[in-house]
């Protein structure tokens, strides 16, 4: 049984974040239930997070890196699905589309460039679990100078825990922890601790459903 994946048509204009955020939170038990279900399966498929450094998407994520070291322009546009990572240059311009149970995370570069990963409350298929977003964010951030990380997105479904443990890696018998609110603080801490960068530019913000376009 695979897990469904968190896109979901997003609700009209007039719905409130309240409503968005209660809505995302009721869909988060029903699914943890599920992976608790299935837990020998979804064990069974699971792979170890991408550490800084290593595996295959993190190579891939590290070739981005070295073409940046050897001067290579980023691109001035890019769409950032769930799962993905990429980068744009000064000037630039990221769209997260479909953000409705996503977090988005945006690192603002010295000189003007953006690194943008989109975060999945479940796994789409071919992409970065949510366990992997930060450490192949982080390899391709680099050691380059950061002046602002910027989270965005549905706060009420996520449980900090998921950057360092996705949902679909607990196995039968073992409790997923589970959003009882916003927890904006941990969330900040989690993506600050996973990027290895201080606590004071991370700001956290709950937004309506939709596509996100940073500049």
């Known amino acids: 049984m695979s897990f469904p994946p968190a896109r979901q048509s997003a609700p009209g204009p007039g719905r409130s974040t309240a409503w968005r955020a209660a809505t995302a939170g009721a869909l988060v038990l029903p699914l943890v239930l599920l992976a608790l279900e299935t837990g020998s399966s979804a064990q069974a498929r699971t792979r170890e997070p991408v550490k800084a450094g290593s595996g295959v998407t993190a190579k891939a994520v590290a070739q981005g890196t070295k073409a940046v070291a050897q001067g290579t322009r980023a691109p001035l546009e890019a769409t950032v699905s769930e799962g993905q990572v990429k ?17 988005t995370v945006t690192v603002r570069l010295r000189g003007g460039g953006l690194v943008g990963a989109h975060a999945s409350l479940f796994q789409v298929p071919g992409e970065l679990r949510s366990d992997e977003i930060l ?15 910027e989270v965005k997105g549905a706060v009420g479904a996520w449980h900090p825990s998921y950057f360092t443990k996705a949902i679909e890696s607990y196995g039968e018998g073992e409790q997923v922890p589970v959003p009882t609110g916003q927890d904006l603080d941990g969330i900040a801490h ?11 530019i991370v700001t956290v913000q709950d937004v309506p459903d939709g596509d996100q376009i940073v500049r």
């Not at 589309?97 to 977090?103: A, D, G, I, R």
């Not at 989690?190 to 004071?200: N, Y």
């Open 190 to 200: 989690a993506v600050a601790d996973g990027l290895g960068r201080t606590r004071r």
């Open 87 to 103: 980068e744009v240059g000064p000037g630039g311009v990221i769209t997260y589309p479909s953000v409705t149970s996503c977090l």
């Open 135 to 149: 450490p192949a964010l982080k390899v391709l951030v680099g050691g380059r100078q950061v002046t602002a990380i």
